[in-house]
């Protein structure tokens, strides 16, 4: 059979391959075939298959970088990436795109035309324009978006751009000119925005015209660009293939032939799914270029006209191809092409639809007599496209065009009905009979029907295809242009009218204008409708044949004549009407009722001057409506009718019936609503009836009160049935009164409603109602206070809280009305209420603790509502509200920052709103009593406003109030001194005298606390509260300070009341509570020494002469110099007074004066103070002790000092207590510093001083503790003198150190100053016995005693003893003398004894304490561990201390953990956290250096307690933050663990804390890492644990194992490790593993011990490599025992080596192993088995056998089972 010559491919196939081979051909049109004319009846033929080959792809065009020779001329960077814009990559291609523009379009603009880059470019630019095309129609945005740029730029260099101007005008051809400008121009108008504007301005460059007024762009060139663009919106596919060839195809890779004979073909490739996802799909990319090509048509049609082109002839081709006019159409087969196999060029494309009616819109507008040859296609596309657009940017686009084409030619749609899609295909020539043209187009007008109007009637159906608002008002014009015959034959029913109406309503039918706003859209369907009634009708009645075919008499069969055709009118009169009132009274139609007025109105004269009858029926249509009354909308009908008599003359017609109907449709409402109001009806339905009623009054106003018998039934309605009609409508009421405009009824029907809601109290919301509507008359007012007490009782009420939010919302609505409900009496007792109220409210929140501020709001919003409604208040009325307004508006939000910013803004609204409207008196009347007013609560302690609080409000400056805090808040001066005169001016405690040397000695203190005093939420007493105040303004006002230097003064007693409270707490002097915060304190105290130092470092030279003669004359001074005023009067109080406090005030003062003083100064000063011997031996002392401190050393202070000590020598006995005393201060406040040059006394005068004492002391008299307490203060400076002086005098000083050691103790604070003063006595004794051997001598005979009474005192614990500095000076001084304690002196009770130094409350007491402790822990423990060894029948027992256990089992922090306090400067106290941490310390230093048996003791003693797991866990990981997340766990990269030295530790620092605690938790997981694992088993919260497993093994856990490591490797010579012969011990660092081997006969058995990473909580690996020569039991119970010695046992891995070791040893020595643990060494004492059995002969260890005796309950061997005792 001969093969078929037919091809196989289907018609889409071949016609696919035909526009594929389209390159370089004449663009693609709708095939057009001559063929022979058709006889009637014949039928069509069909069409013959042909194959029609594929063409070969373009080849690619050769690169100019190789056929110009460009690639040897260009440099090999340029080349490289020219090279790579080839690259069929995109990222390659943006890279070498950038790079082009980065390092050589951008280097040659810098450099200018004589650079290389310059030349080179000018050379490439063939290179260039070969590539861009390609780039310009790039699918990928950012490589045409960087090659526009880079296009923009590369033209702009003179250079580039005059070697482009030659290229293009004289060197390429038209295929490259072709290429370049049409891509170029498509670059221009590309689809994305950004593109499109870079490519303008490169575009724009060669188009516009230049200096001699031509462009680069000619006519030929206009030619190339128009051919591109044709073929690209044809072809897009063709002309990319065209740009973008294909390479070249490799040949097939062969396939694989198997031995068998059989062929396996390759697989093919496949492209990688990520490149398929990437790509741009090949209808986008058609969308995209004939998107550029329409836009650039258009650019091309301005141009043409720009060259006075007009002709379209060379664009015929194109604009009469069908296929063109596709672009227009939204589906996919387009009607005017009846093959299916072609698709629409628009389909799927709106960018593109819209592009095309862009350009359609240009052809209309500026080529309108070019396209008339082209309008019988053009009606066609543009008809049936119009009506069936889907997209709304489309639809914007195409109504203008449509309307501009319409217009231009009406007859479009007798041209798109005679169009016949299958004659254009066959192409029959239509020229060639005109005669039967003229009888085709005769017979289409009779006989065709439009499927463009009936797609017109579906644009209608669907609301113009959803843009209601721009298509409706565009129908009336498509309708004046559609034939009546088109209509007439286009309707399916016969009846077109009712066809085009149905469609019309059909939108209201299908919700089609349904959306968020319909108003807009339902009323340009309304015009619309309104306006094609009107048309048709018109065009019914015109009396023309051709337009009586609307009636339908044609299609009946019947003539029209003018009765059926005024018949049909008004049908269609009657009916549309009706369904316009139907639907707009069902809301379907949801129009603005005043539009709705309007349009009827208007479209009512239409018809009025139209035809009489039409207008007639019309109406009787609407009245009958209207009068039906069952309207859902109760403003529709008034409203229309308001629109009627305002549209219609009131002279016509139209407006005589419109009146006529008001009044039968308000009559008609009245009536109804008096009926209703008779009855029973119910609040709804009188509510009905009665809102129609006032639609009327709003609608119409008062006309309707001038009709007299509609205001005389509405009158009577209203006042007799004021209360129903008030609770079934309050807005009738406030209709009726803003209505009608008659004060007198007004008036009545108010005090009717007034009367009757007194008596129901629930009404009074609707009463409020009515008012709040705002239109009721301002006359309104009651007459007999009808409601003042019902209001007051619900104001009351109100304020107290005790009503829900709705009956408080309903009285701040009768507040804001008040004048129409309360007389002025009632409105005036409704204020002081809420006077009253506020100023209660505003006490107990400053005084009252937790004040709610509920109360609070409720009250400043009534008083913002009253005094906004009430103008006329008087002075006193406002200064008795204003203050607490302000009080509330700025010191309350200082004080309380939780109050609601409301009520602050509320309270601040208020005060500036009055305080601006207030006169000059007032304001000043406001100011007085709030100045007052904080001034008050500046010293009242029991308020919660701080003082700082009343300075951060006087910063703030409110409005109309000037506080000058100095002068308007604080105290006066003298004020300040009648405060401090009350206060006790003695120290609180006696041990302050052994801190400051001034203070005096017990028995002349007086009233030294004081009682009664109130104290403020900080713990301050009135005095401190003020002066604390005063501290932190002056230092935030230091030029304000200088000026009062008066209140230094009180700032220094500040001070020293500060420093007193913060040495002896517990001391109360009366003027801080007891919780007063330390902080704070230290805090004060810093304040006062940076303000005080500030003010007394300003001093000039002269100063101290001018102080000294004006203290000495006794006259006021008169300088202008504030310092020495100040100084002057600090010492006349001192003179006056001679108190100790003056006297520390005085010394405060010298000490910052003297820094500058010189040895005149300081002879002055000594001057002074030997004239206040006599009348103020107090401030002689602290004058003498702040000259010998901080002043130079004056000439005649020598002498003095002789004269005080000769005087001393003449103190009898009996006046030892008074005059002795005195002198002996005297002398020790002239006691220079022992570490400087000046020499106290003269050798025997000291003598004879010491013997003067003794002389006292050994007299009958007795001698007080004031002459005690001075002795050692004295011997202190005598002794480096009396060194080297033989006597008695020694043994007087040694007698009175023991006698004041015996007499003295911590717990009595009276004797602290003599305790420390003796111990400091010792210390400097035993400094002088280091270099003095013939006092040694002395001193080693009274050495032993002494030191056992300071052990003693040491070891005292002290129950309750509270915070004291002079104690805790003591006791460092105490520890100081025993640090080197005798052996003879310490025990094993030591430890017990002195534990509780750890809990004292000073940081070098615990840290000299524990030092001591440290060396008694290792006493007990070596105690033990002899005990232990000697002792044979296990009596002895390693017991922890007591009283360390007390220590340890102790919580102090804070669940919220110690992690939250990153700065120093923490409330909780830190001496207890030192001190727990140290007693760690003492607990695992008992661990030192003791024996298995004494570790074993503490181990299990520490398990019992539970110690760890409930103690030291919780406090040492809440230090480290461990509880608290990982985030805040303390970070320790930076620190070592493993030490830590106690010399520098810092317990006062946070960070101190941390590392101690972090050093004390690495030592627990050396010394008991079991009770550690105990703890990490029982741990349930798995989050805790992985942190604590992550936080030990990134900061401990490398530590430990490397200490282990070292430990093996550098194990004792002597211990089994290094002594055992044949054994190997192999330590690998780097793997934490250690093995031991050990050789017999040359064979090894070797046991490996690996460390994991997180070591100690985890086991370690032991792995028996090696077993030789032993059984398995006895080699596990060899493993077992080194898991319990290291894993239970608290052992280290050393310990289990040498285990292990021994065991090994022994075995092959002949040892037995223990019959009970299979080992040779116990792991519990590391003894042999000793204990045989009489009867079996085997032996045991001693702690086996007790255990099994222990366990079993019997004492039978475990073998034999004889019995063993």
């Known amino acids: 059979m001969p093969k078929s010559t037919k091809s196989s491919a289907t018609s889409g196939t071949r016609k696919k391959n035909a526009r594929k081979a389209a390159a370089g051909v004449p663009p693609l049109e709708v095939p057009v075939v001559a063929k022979q004319k058709k006889q009637k009846g014949q039928k069509k033929e069909p069409r013959k298959k042909v194959y029609i080959p594929p063409s070969k792809p373009a080849p690619p065009q050769p690169d100019p970088l190789d056929t110009l020779g460009l690639i040897h001329r260009l440099p090999p960077e340029l080349v490289i990436i020219l090279r790579s814009l080839g690259k069929k990559d995109p990222v390659t291609k943006g890279r070498a795109l950038e790079e082009l523009q980065s390092k050589w379009v951008d280097e040659s603009s810098r450099k200018g035309n004589e650079s290389m880059e310059c030349d080179a470019l000018v050379t490439m630019l063939p290179v260039w324009f070969h590539r861009v095309p390609v780039f310009f129609t790039h699918p990928v945005r950012r490589i045409r978006l960087l090659a526009a740029a880079l296009h923009f730029s590369y033209l702009r260099i003179p250079a580039v751009r005059d070697a482009a101007t030659f290229f293009l005008r004289d060197t390429a051809t038209s295929e490259q000119i072709e290429a370049l400008m049409g891509t170029w121009c498509m670059l221009a108008h590309d689809i994305d925005r950004q593109v499109s504007l870079l490519g303008q301005k490169s575009w724009s460059s060669i188009t516009s015209p230049g200096v001699d007024g031509e462009t680069l762009v000619n006519f030929e060139m206009l030619a190339c660009i128009m051919e591109f663009l044709q073929r690209t919106l044809l072809d897009p596919s063709g002309v990319h293939i065209y740009l973008n060839p294909a390479a070249p195809v490799a040949p097939p890779t062969p396939g694989i032939k198997k031995p068998g004979g059989r062929f396996i073909p390759a697989a093919p490739r496949e492209e990688l799914e990520?490149?398929?996802?990437?790509?741009?799909?090949?209808?986008?990319?058609?969308?995209?270029?004939r998107f550029g090509a329409l836009r650039a048509f258009r650019w091309l049609f301005d141009a043409r006209l720009a060259s006075k082109i007009t002709s379209l002839d060379d664009l015929s081709r194109l604009l009469s191809n069908p296929l063109f006019w596709t672009s227009l159409y939204c589906g996919e087969h387009a009607p005017w092409i009846p093959d299916p196999e072609i698709h629409g060029l628009g389909h799927g494309q709106p960018q593109v639809r819209q592009a095309t009616w862009a350009l359609l819109s240009v052809l209309l507008q500026r080529y309108k007599g070019a396209i008339e040859p082209l309008i019988p296609i053009l009606s066609v596309v543009l008809l049936r496209s119009a009506w069936v657009e889907t997209d709304p940017g489309v639809r914007n686009a195409l109504f203008q065009p449509v309307l501009i084409f319409l217009k231009e030619f009406p007859n479009a749609w007798i041209l798109e009905g005679a169009y016949e899609a299958d004659k254009h295909e066959d192409g029959d020539d239509s020229d060639s009979d005109s005669e039967e043209l003229e009888t085709k187009t005769s017979l289409t007008r009779k006989e065709h029907s439009s499927e463009a109007y009936r797609e017109f009637l579906q644009f209608l159906e669907l609301g113009c295809a959803g843009s209601p608002v721009d298509g409706y008002p565009m129908v009336l014009v498509v309708l004046s242009t559609i034939p009546s015959s088109v209509i007439t034959a286009s309707s399916r029913t016969g009846m077109p009218l009712d066809d085009f109406f149905t469609s019309f309503w059909a939108a209201i039918n299908g919700h089609a204008l349904s959306s968020l706003d319909r108003k807009v859209p339902s009323a340009s369907f309304l015009s619309s409708l309104l306006e094609c009634l009107v048309f048709f009708l018109r065009r019914l009645l015109s009396g023309s044949q051709d337009h009586g075919v609307l009636s339908g008499s044609v299609s009946d069969g019947l003539v029209p004549n003018n009765t059926r055709l005024q018949d049909v009118a008004d049908e269609l009169v009657r009916a549309q009407f009706t369904r316009i009132w139907e639907e707009l009274k069902a809301r379907h139609l949801r129009t603005d009722?005043?539009?709705?007025?309007?349009?009827?109105?208007?479209?009512?004269?239409?018809?009025?001057?139209?035809?009489?009858?039409?207008?007639?029926?019309?109406?009787?249509?609407?009245?009958?409506?209207?009068?039906?009354?069952?309207?859902?909308?109760?403003?529709?009908?008034?409203?229309?009718?308001?629109?009627?008599?305002?549209?219609?003359?009131?002279?016509?017609?139209?407006?005589?019936?419109?009146?006529?109907?008001?009044?039968?449709?308000?009559?008609?409402?009245?009536?109804?609503?008096?009926?209703?109001?008779?009855?029973?009806?119910?609040?709804?339905?009188?509510?009905?009836?009665?809102?129609?009623?006032?639609?009327?009054?709003?609608?119409?106003?008062?006309?309707?009160?001038?009709?007299?018998?509609?205001?005389?039934?509405?009158?009577?309605?209203?006042?007799?049935?004021?209360?129903?009609?008030?609770?079934?409508?309050?807005?009738?009421?406030?209709?009726?009164?803003?209505?009608?405009?008659?004060?007198?009824?007004?008036?009545?029907?108010?005090?009717?409603?007034?009367?009757?809601?007194?008596?129901?109290?629930?009404?009074?919301?609707?009463?409020?109602d009515v008012i709040s509507a705002d239109i009721c008359p301002k006359y309104l007012r009651p007459e007999d206070g009808e409601l003042d007490g019902v209001i007051e009782h619900l104001f009351i009420e109100v304020l107290n809280g005790d009503v829900s939010t709705c009956r408080s919302d309903l009285v701040k609505r009768l507040i804001q009305a008040q004048n129409f409900f309360l007389s002025e009496n009632g409105q005036d007792i409704l204020f002081q209420t809420l006077v009253s109220s506020l100023s209660s409210t505003v006490d107990d929140i400053l005084y009252t603790t937790n004040a709610p501020f509920t109360r609070l709001a409720t009250l400043i919003e009534f008083t913002r509502i009253m005094l906004s409604k009430n103008y006329e208040l008087t002075s006193d009325s406002l200064a008795s509200v204003l203050p607490n307004v302000f009080i509330v508006g700025y010191l309350l939000p200082v004080t309380f920052p939780t109050l609601e910013t409301p009520i602050i803004d509320t309270a601040r609204e208020i005060w500036n709103l009055w305080v601006s409207k207030a006169d000059i008196e007032l304001q000043s009347v406001l100011s007085g009593i709030i100045k007052e007013k904080l001034k008050e609560l500046l010293q009242d302690c029991s308020t919660y406003t701080r003082p700082e609080d009343i300075l951060t409000l006087s910063g703030h400056k409110p409005k109309g109030i000037d506080i000058t805090p100095l002068a308007d808040v604080f105290p006066t001066p003298s004020e300040f001194d009648t405060m401090i005169n009350s206060l006790p001016s003695d120290p609180p405690d006696p041990s302050l005298a052994f801190i400051e040397s001034i203070i005096p000695a017990i028995s002349e203190f007086e009233n030294p606390t004081i009682s009664g005093l109130e104290f403020d939420s900080r713990g301050y007493s009135p005095y401190i509260r003020v002066t604390s105040a005063l501290l932190a303004y002056l230092g935030d006002n230091r030029s304000i300070a200088k000026e009062n230097m008066w209140a230094l003064r009180h700032m220094l007693i500040l001070g020293q009341y500060s420093n007193d409270a913060l040495r002896v707490p517990a001391t109360s002097s009366g003027l801080f509570g007891p919780d007063v915060s330390r902080s704070e304190l230290r805090r004060l105290l810093g304040k006062v020494h940076q303000l005080s130092t500030y003010l007394l470092s300003t001093g000039d030279d002269g100063l101290h002469s001018q102080v000294v003669s004006a203290c000495i004359s006794a006259r006021a001074t008169t300088s202008s110099d504030a310092l020495m005023s100040f100084v002057v009067d600090v010492v006349d109080h001192a003179k006056r007074e001679d108190t100790v406090r003056d006297a520390l005030v005085l010394r405060s003062v010298l000490k910052h004066l003297f820094a500058s003083a010189s040895k005149t100064d300081s002879d002055q000063w000594l001057n002074l103070a030997r004239r206040l011997e006599k009348t103020a031996p107090q401030t002689t002392v602290a004058i003498l002790a702040s000259i010998t401190e901080f002043a130079p050393e004056p000439l005649r202070m020598d002498r003095y000092r002789n004269e005080i000590a000769s005087d001393i020598l003449g103190v009898p006995t009996n006046k030892a207590n008074t005059t002795g005393v005195v002198l002996l201060r005297r002398l020790a406040a002239t006691a220079p510093d022992p570490e400087s040059d000046v020499v106290f006394l003269p050798q025997q005068r000291a003598v004879n001083v010491v013997k003067t004492c003794q002389a006292w002391v050994s007299s009958d008299e007795d001698i007080d503790e004031d002459v005690e307490n001075m002795m050692p203060l004295l011997f202190i400076h005598l002794s480096p003198i009396l060194q080297n002086v033989a006597g008695n005098h020694w043994e007087f000083i040694f007698d009175v150190v023991e006698n004041n050691l015996e007499n003295c103790s911590f717990a009595d604070s009276a004797t602290l100053t003599m305790l420390g003063r003796s111990l400091r006595l010792i210390l400097a004794i035993q400094d002088l016995v280091l270099t003095n051997k013939p006092l040694r001598a002395s001193w080693d005979e009274r050495k032993e005693s002494i030191l056992a009474l300071v052990k003693n005192l040491v070891s005292t614990k002290l129950d309750n003893a509270d915070r004291s500095e002079p104690r805790s000076l003591c006791r460092e001084l105490a520890l100081a003398v025993i640090q080197g304690l005798p052996d003879t002196l310490m025990n094993e009770k030591t430890l017990p004894e002195m534990c509780h130094l750890l809990t004292d409350s000073s940081y070098e007491v615990q840290r000299m304490g524990y030092s001591l402790l440290h060396k008694a822990a290792r006493k007990r423990t070596e105690y033990f561990v002899i005990e232990s060894a000697v002792d044979t029948e296990d009596n002895v027992s390693a017991e922890l201390p007591a009283e360390l256990l007390a220590i340890l089992q102790s919580n102090?922090?804070?669940?919220?953990?110690?992690?939250?306090?990153?700065?120093?400067n923490v409330e909780i106290d830190l001496s207890e956290v030192s001190g727990y941490l140290l007693a760690w310390m003492i607990m695992f230093d008992l661990f030192i250096d003791a024996s298995i048996k004494v570790r074993s003791h503490y181990f299990n003693r520490m398990r019992s307690l539970g110690i760890m797991g409930d103690f030291f866990i919780p406090n040492v990981f809440d230090i480290l933050g461990l509880f608290s997340g990982k985030r805040k766990a303390f970070k320790l990269d930076i620190w070592a663990v493993d030490d830590f030295f106690i010399d520098h530790f810092e317990p006062e620092s946070v960070l101190g804390i941390r590392l101690l605690a972090a050093h004390i938790y690495h030592r627990a997981l050396l010394t008991v890492p079991a009770l550690i694992r105990a703890w990490i088993s029982d741990c349930s919260d798995r989050q805790l644990l992985l942190r604590v497993v992550d936080y030990t093994a990134s900061y401990f856990s490398p530590g430990i194992i490397r200490a282990e490591l070292a430990q093996v490797r550098q194990a004792d010579p002597s211990s089994e490790l290094h002594t055992t012969e044949n054994l190997v011990i192999k330590v690998s660092p780097s793997a934490g593993e250690v093995t031991a081997s050990y050789t017999v006969d040359d064979q090894v058995l070797e046991l490996s011990l690996r460390l994991p990473n997180d070591w100690p909580l985890h086991r370690l690996d032991i792995r028996d490599t090696k077993m030789v020569g032993v059984s398995e039991d006895k080699w596990r119970a060899w493993v077992l025992g080194v898991q319990q010695i290291v894993w239970q046992q608290n052992g280290r891995v050393v310990d289990g080596l040498t285990l292990f070791t021994k065991n090994v040893a022994l075995h092959f020595a002949g040892q037995v192993e223990c019959a009970i643990c299979y080992s040779i060494i116990s792991v519990m004492d590391s003894s042999l088995p000793q204990k045989p059995c009489k009867t079996c002969k085997n032996r045991f260890h001693a702690s086996c056998l007790y255990k099994w005796f222990k366990s079993s309950h019997s004492s039978s061997c475990p073998l034999c089972r004889s019995d063993m005792l």
């Not at 102090?1452 to 120093?1464: I, K």
């Open 1452 to 1464: 102090f922090v804070s669940a919220e953990g110690f992690h939250d306090f990153e700065s120093d």
């Open 274 to 289: 990520s490149n398929k996802a990437d790509e741009e799909s090949d209808l986008d990319r058609n969308a995209r270029l």
């Open 593 to 768: 009722e005043n539009d709705v007025g309007k349009l009827m109105a208007s479209s009512l004269l239409s018809l009025h001057r139209m035809n009489i009858d039409l207008f007639t029926t019309a109406w009787n249509t609407v009245s009958s409506a209207i009068l039906s009354q069952e309207d859902e909308s109760l403003s529709l009908t008034p409203t229309v009718l308001r629109m009627f008599v305002d549209t219609f003359e009131p002279k016509d017609f139209p407006a005589e019936v419109t009146r006529t109907l008001i009044s039968k449709y308000v009559q008609e409402t009245v009536g109804k609503c008096e009926t209703v109001l008779a009855s029973d009806a119910t609040s709804a339905g009188i509510s009905k009836n009665i809102s129609v009623v006032i639609t009327l009054m709003e609608t119409f106003g008062s006309h309707l009160f001038q009709h007299t018998d509609f205001a005389v039934r509405v009158d009577n309605m209203f006042v007799n049935n004021a209360l129903r009609i008030l609770q079934a409508s309050p807005q009738a009421i406030s209709a009726f009164m803003s209505r009608r405009n008659d004060e007198d009824l007004c008036v009545e029907l108010w005090h009717v409603l007034l009367v009757d809601v007194s008596q129901q109290i629930d009404m009074l919301s609707s009463l409020l």
